[in-house]
Each structure stands twice: as structure tokens, then as C-alpha cells.
């Protein structure tokens, strides 16, 4: 029985393109994968497909922008499974325009789902891991918050913000087995980079010196391995996945 095998990886937004390739590499890995996700007909097919792959995985649901609804679903996890030992804080959406003309309800949608989202998930299972002296927080954040890019204000703040958090959960944490990192990923072959009208998500790839967008299972390798017991002196970290496009 492998270390892993017994821990409980709680990722969110797990039904997209990075949350799956994570899905699945952590199943891979030997852990009890749960899946949360907000649009429960899109789950349930997402939940069968991988099924019929080979994939086992529980789907629970949350609006992770909410924080009581953070708190069932992770009651609800312990009474069904057991304590999240490996959170991935990977939910996150877009509302891109320029800042002269977003709305505050595109502000209010990014800041919540993507940053609000970290205090309301990681507060409902840190001291579980503070007892247990085990747990890995995972944020994903993204290259747009370690820099700007035109027409994401309110996704940079949310992203930046992420590893804010990071740094000084980090610290607070770091002597009782429990680490907080940041993985900040470039342009990835996901719906969300698709969504990017054409001429322009190709003005991007051309500024990318692997000459290439990132794979999801790319990110997935990266998650698995701060995921694990080898990841232990590895706190308050951003680590960047992003073809070399944006170095510092
Ligand atoms: N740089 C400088 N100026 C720009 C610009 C740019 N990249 N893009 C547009 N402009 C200018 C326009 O020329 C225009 O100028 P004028 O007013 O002088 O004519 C002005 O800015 C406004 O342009 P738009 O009306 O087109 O602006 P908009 O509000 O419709 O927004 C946009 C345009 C949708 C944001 C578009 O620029 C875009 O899609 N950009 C890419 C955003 C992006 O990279 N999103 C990433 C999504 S994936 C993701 O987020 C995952 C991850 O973590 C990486």
C-alpha cells in the first residue's frame, strides 16, 4: 500500500481541463479523489465518462464562492469519506474586459469565485490538517497574476491575491506538517484559453518561447508532486509552468 493511498485530494472546479488532467493523476497516484463542482448535470456526465475510463471519483457539490456552502460540502466529505488531506484550490473563472468598462458584477464574480473561494474551502479543512500534522494546500493561481495582462484587472487581482494568501498561510502552518504553495500556470490548452477570440490567443502563443500552450497534464505532474511526502520543505512557494513566457 502505497503512502498516498489513504489520502483523501479535494479539488475544486475539478470538472474543467486542469481539474480533470489533476483528477486523474492523483487517482493515478493512488489517492481518494473528490471532485467539486457547481453545475451538477455537466458533473454527473463528467463523473461517467471517467468511469467509464477507470476512474472511481466522488463529485460533490459547492458554490465555492460561497463560504457556508464550502462548510457542507466538506462535512459532508468527512461524514461520507473522511478529512481532506490535499486541498487544490483550482476553481476559477474569467470575465475579461478592459477595466474602463467592466462592471463591478464582473469585478464581484472573479474576485469571489477565484479568490474568495481559497479562504472559504482551505478554512473549513485547516485545522483538520493542523491535527492530523499532514496536509498540502495547493493554490492554482495563473502567469496573469505574477503580471498584468490587458483586459484581466479583476482575474490578476484575484490570482495575486492567491499567493498573498499563500505566503502567510505558509508561515502559520509550516511546523505542523502542513504546506501551502501557489502553482501559477501560463496559457494551457484548456476551454478557458480557447474562449480567447482566435487572432489574439495566437498574438499570445507567439510570445511564448517553448512556441507552444502547456499541457493540462503538465500541471497535473506539478500538483501530484507538491501533493506528496518528497514535497514536505517545499512551502510558500510560486511555482511557474508557463513555457519560459514570463521570467523574473
Ligand atoms: N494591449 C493594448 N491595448 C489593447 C489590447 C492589448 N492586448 N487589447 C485591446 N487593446 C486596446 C484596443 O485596441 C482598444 O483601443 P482603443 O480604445 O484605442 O481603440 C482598447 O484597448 C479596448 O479594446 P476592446 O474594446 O477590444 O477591449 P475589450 O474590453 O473588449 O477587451 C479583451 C478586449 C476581450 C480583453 C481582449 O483584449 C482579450 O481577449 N485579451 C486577452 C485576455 C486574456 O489573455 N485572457 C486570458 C484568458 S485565459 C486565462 O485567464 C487562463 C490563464 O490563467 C492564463
Same mark, same amino acid.
Given at each position: 500500500?502505497?503512502?498516498?493511498? $489513504? ?13 480533470? /488532467?489533476?483528477?486523474? $493523476?492523483?487517482?493515478? &497516484? ?16 463528467? !463523473? ?14 459547492? &458554490?465555492? /464562492? ?5 462548510? $457542507?460540502?466538506? !462535512? %459532508? ?5 473522511? @478529512? ?34 481559497? +479562504? ?28 498584468? !495582462? ?14 498573498? +494568501? ?28 480557447? /474562449? ?6 495566437? !498574438?499570445?502563443?507567439? %510570445? ?21 511526502? @518528497? ?14 513566457? @514570463?521570467?523574473?
Amino acid at each position: 500500500m502505497s503512502a498516498t493511498e $489513504k489520502k483523501i485530494v479535494l479539488i475544486t472546479g475539478a470538472t474543467g481541463g486542469l481539474g480533470t /488532467a489533476m483528477c486523474k $493523476k492523483l487517482y493515478d &497516484d493512488g489517492y481518494i479523489v473528490v471532485a467539486n463542482y457547481r453545475n451538477e448535470e455537466k458533473a454527473k456526465e463528467w !463523473q461517467a465518462n471517467l468511469k467509464k475510463e477507470g476512474y472511481d471519483i466522488a463529485i460533490y457539490y459547492a &458554490d465555492v /464562492a460561497d463560504f457556508d456552502s464550502c462548510g $457542507k460540502m466538506i !462535512q %459532508q466529505i468527512a461524514d461520507d469519506i473522511g @478529512h481532506v488531506g490535499v486541498l487544490v484550490n483550482n476553481a476559477g473563472i474569467t470575465k475579461d474586459g478592459a477595466f474602463r468598462k467592466m462592471s463591478y458584477e464582473n469585478w464581484k464574480a472573479v474576485i469571489s469565485t477565484n479568490l474568495d473561494s481559497v +479562504f472559504n474551502c482551505t478554512r473549513h479543512v485547516i485545522n483538520y490538517m493542523i491535527e492530523n500534522g499532514f496536509g498540502r494546500i495547493i493554490n492554482i493561481s495563473s502567469v496573469n497574476g505574477q503580471r498584468g !495582462q490587458f483586459g484581466q484587472s479583476n482575474y490578476s487581482a484575484a490570482k495575486a491575491g492567491m499567493h498573498g +494568501f499563500t505566503k502567510t498561510l505558509a508561515m502559520e502552518v509550516a511546523n505542523k506538517g502542513v504546506t501551502v504553495n501557489t502553482i501559477s500556470p501560463g496559457y494551457i490548452g484548456t476551454d478557458m484559453v480557447m /474562449a480567447v477570440k482566435e487572432e489574439i490567443r495566437n !498574438q499570445i502563443i507567439a %510570445q511564448i518561447p517553448v512556441g507552444r500552450l502547456g499541457g493540462t497534464e503538465e500541471v497535473a505532474y506539478l500538483v501530484s508532486f507538491l501533493a506528496s511526502e @518528497h514535497a514536505s520543505f517545499i512551502t510558500g512557494a510560486n511555482l511557474s509552468i508557463n513555457g519560459g513566457q @514570463h521570467v523574473y
